[in-house]
């Protein structure tokens, strides 16, 4: 049995905390209060002779330790009059599954552990204890019984898009440290830059780590800076620093190299590995692209190569080997690809797919290690010992799991941190979707659909961040605190939805954490929170803050708020064109930023609608009334008033209440290719009087749709009826020569409106 002796002085006092005043994030399993309270040192004293590691773990301590007037010291002489506070590592049998138990009684600190990282956890909950009462310099007396309950808990980092230094890296790590997170998933190499030194081929880095420019502001408004991007990478010596410094804070670093498609830049360096000659150049837009590894015995040489000087640098038992979003149809034209496809009894490009993939398995578990991949891996059929990252959804994590395959769960409605996480009007510019901190909060990595036994292969939750809009390392801060925080409880298992208001509590006074560290996080959750929900005459517009609701302030006719404006009381009523703007303030002081929202309410507004399919998760925001709740949606942010469906048309209908007279139908659907987004393909508007039986008045097809851009104002002559429904049929498989070519493309639509 291992001591470390802990020495500081404790003077006793009767006192009861409750649970409400620990601040503890993730929240411990099992807390139990018990009267008195232990006063804090300015030292607290380490003591191992024989531990020749300890100097290093305690100097890694005190960096956590976000008060200047207490520090961990390591120390071999004695320190008469102070208490000794010991941490005891016992048995697996125990305190298992990486867990601790921390006590603090009167004049004894305990923590006990049977792993490392169970101490690590250990001392990382006693230092937020110590960090929240450092001012009152005591301690409550209780006693943590604490383990995680999923074995990942990761964070991810693109620095493709844009590039980030070995120190912001390392900060980056340390934010994970001290929540607990377990994991870096590091993607290192896409279509816009390859960002990790390969010596056996040079060209790699001296090509393929720069671009020529870099897109700028919105997707749709297709701008660049024209500015050179790069070189950027990491050598093969700061990887290795890397690790380590991750390594000594009980993080795996899993490293990802993109196969078989988001290869550009590879291909920039060795155009041969294509299927075409090219020339290639690093891609200057996000998006998805037609040129990808070919699979040929060069390329399969080429990347076991890379392999294996990737699995040199990184200790980790998974390689992440990327697997999505790769378009077919230079498989489709190559003559090499084909003759694989037949020579190996294969289905199609799909089976080629899966062909890539186990191959590239293969030598992965030669060496001692697995594979993991995004969830189109499970094309054409899971490799057999493959892990699955499911992005797109649960569903890839289902199959999986019930395949007897580990999965990982990342679905973007919940997990992409390169998501809008307030009012899309009130942040900067992001990828689009809506996944404010509450909603990551709300998320349960464990499907509903899987059984007890099945749900075992579910190894954990991941956020994503993936950074075609995030320019430098403030933005990095910006959009993953508070929602870090989340994750961070949803992965330890320790989350409660419906005791949302507490966590949010806590969130706020691990916001002096932030300050302190100077780290640049979101304030979305103080800012006024907007919802249209139906009213007796229609619509009104709900506001809600976190804080004291009689602070908010609004206007209707478009002009700023201030402390003198109307104090919100009720849903405003959404019953002509306007401009709602508002905001909190405190003792009239302006507390948040100033939310706007425009209103162009229509027959429509307000009404029972019903979809015959439902939008994707990760655009679904307000469900079918976001389609009539007189708001018309903004073509730069698709965050909270678009609906999105792959591969579906929109089908709704719409219950007027009584019949009414009308004789325009207007809706938009939106037209941005590099994301998969394609114009409606027709549309077609049907009324009813009894909601059964209906006649079609109106029908358009693509060119029509193609000359307004998608912006469709229909004159559908004089009508009076109680029901309408309108078609929006979905382009379908994205065609050759589109990025996403041969996927399913996205319908987006936002207001249905009746004049």
Not at 388 to 411: D, L, Q, R, Y
Not at 560 to 587: C, G, H, R
Request: hydrophobic share 35%; net charge neutral; charged share 20%.
């Amino acid at each position: 049995m291992k001591r470390f002796l802990l020495l500081f002085s404790i003077l006793f006092s009767g006192f009861f905390f409750s649970q409400s005043q620990l601040n503890l994030i993730p929240y411990p399993q099992k807390v139990i209060f018990n009267q008195g309270k232990s006063n804090i040192p300015s030292q607290i004293i380490v003591r191992e002779a024989k531990n020749d590691s300890l100097h290093l773990e305690v100097k890694i301590f005190n960096t956590f330790l976000k008060t200047a007037s207490t520090r961990f010291l390591v120390t071999n002489h004695g320190v008469p009059k102070f208490t000794f506070v010991t941490i005891e590592k016992v048995n697996f049998s125990e305190i298992n599954n990486d867990g601790y138990f921390l006590e603090i009684k009167d004049n004894e600190i305990l923590i006990k552990y049977s792993t490392n990282n169970g101490k690590f956890y250990g001392f990382q909950t006693l230092i937020q204890l110590i960090n929240q009462f450092s001012e009152i310099k005591q301690l409550p007396n209780l006693q943590i019984q604490d383990s995680p309950k999923f074995a990942w808990r990761g964070m991810h980092l693109d620095v493709c898009r844009h590039f980030f230094t070995v120190e912001e890296v390392k900060q980056y790590i340390d934010y994970l440290a001290m929540y607990k997170l377990n994991t870096f998933h590091w993607h290192l190499t896409d279509d816009q830059g390859w960002r990790i030194e390969i010596k056996k081929y040079p060209k790699l880095t001296q090509i393929g780590s720069k671009r020529k420019e870099s897109m700028i502001g919105a997707y749709v408004d297709d701008t660049f800076d024209g500015k050179p991007y790069g070189p950027y990478f990491y050598t093969q010596e700061q990887i290795k620093e890397v690790v380590k410094y991750a390594t000594e804070r009980h993080i795996t670093v899993v490293p990802e190299i993109e196969m078989p498609g988001h290869a550009l830049a590879a291909l920039s360096a060795y155009p041969e590995l294509a299927c075409t000659k090219g020339p290639f150049e690093s891609a200057t837009k996000w998006g998805v692209f037609d040129d990808v590894f070919c699979p040929k015995d060069k390329t399969f040489t080429f990347l076991e190569n890379v392999l294996d000087e990737v699995m040199t640098l990184f200790p980790s038992q998974y390689i992440h080997i990327g697997g999505d979003e790769c378009p077919k149809t230079r498989w489709k034209e190559c003559a090499h690809c084909q003759e694989l496809i037949k020579k190996n009894n294969l289905k199609d490009e799909h089976g080629l797919q899966s062909y890539f993939i186990q191959r590239i398995e293969k030598y992965v578990n030669s060496k001692g290690r697995k594979i993991i991949g995004w969830d189109e891996i499970l094309e054409g059929g899971l490799a057999p010992n493959a892990a699955v990252m499911s992005w797109t959804g649960i569903k890839g994590g289902v199959e999986a799991a019930k395949s007897n395959h580990f999965a990982v769960m990342t679905p973007g409605s919940y997990c992409y941190f390169d998501h809008y996480q307030g009012d899309p009007q009130t942040e900067p510019n992001a990828f689009g979707g809506f996944t404010p901190l509450e909603k990551v909060y709300s998320y349960n990595p464990i499907p509903s659909e899987l059984n007890a036994e099945q749900s075992k292969y579910i190894l954990g939750v991941q956020a994503n961040l993936w950074t075609e809009y995030i320019l430098d390392f403030k933005q990095v801060q910006y959009m993953i605190f508070p929602r870090l925080f989340a994750l961070s409880e949803v992965g330890w298992g320790s989350s409660n939805p419906k005791k949302y208001k507490e966590f949010e509590n806590r969130v706020v006074e691990h916001f002096k954490i932030l300050d302190k560290m100077n780290i640049n996080y979101a304030k979305s959750i103080y800012n006024i929170g907007g919802k249209v929900i139906p009213s007796k005459n229609g619509a009104s517009y709900e506001l809600s803050t976190s804080q004291n609701p009689n602070g908010i302030k609004y206007t209707t006719d478009g002009s700023e708020p201030k402390s003198t404006s109307l104090t919100y009381q009720n849903p405003i009523p959404v019953s002509k064109a306007m401009t709602v703007k508002s905001a909190y303030f405190e003792n009239g002081v302006l507390k948040s930023s100033i939310s706007s929202q425009d209103f162009t309410p229509s027959k429509t507004t307000g009404k029972t609608i019903v979809l015959e399919h439902q939008p994707s998760e990760n655009y679904s925001f307000g469900g079918a009334f976001t389609l009539v709740d007189g708001i018309v949606g903004n073509v730069k942010q698709l965050g909270k008033t678009w609906l999105g469906f792959q591969g579906k048309d929109v089908v709704a209908t719409i219950d007027l209440g009584e019949k009414i007279k009308f004789s325009e139908v207007y809706f938009n659907t939106l037209d941005n290719k590099g994301s998969w987004i394609h114009l409606a393909k027709s549309a077609e508007i049907s009324v009813s009087d009894d909601g059964k039986n209906f006649k079609t008045i109106k029908e358009i097809g693509k060119d029509e749709i193609l000359k307004n851009k998608g912006k469709l104002n229909l004159k559908v002559g004089n009508q009076n009826s109680k029901f309408i429904k309108i078609k929006i049929e979905n382009a379908g498989i994205i065609p050759a020569g589109n990025p996403g070519a041969d996927s399913k493309a996205w319908l987006f639509v936002d207001e249905i409106g009746v004049n």
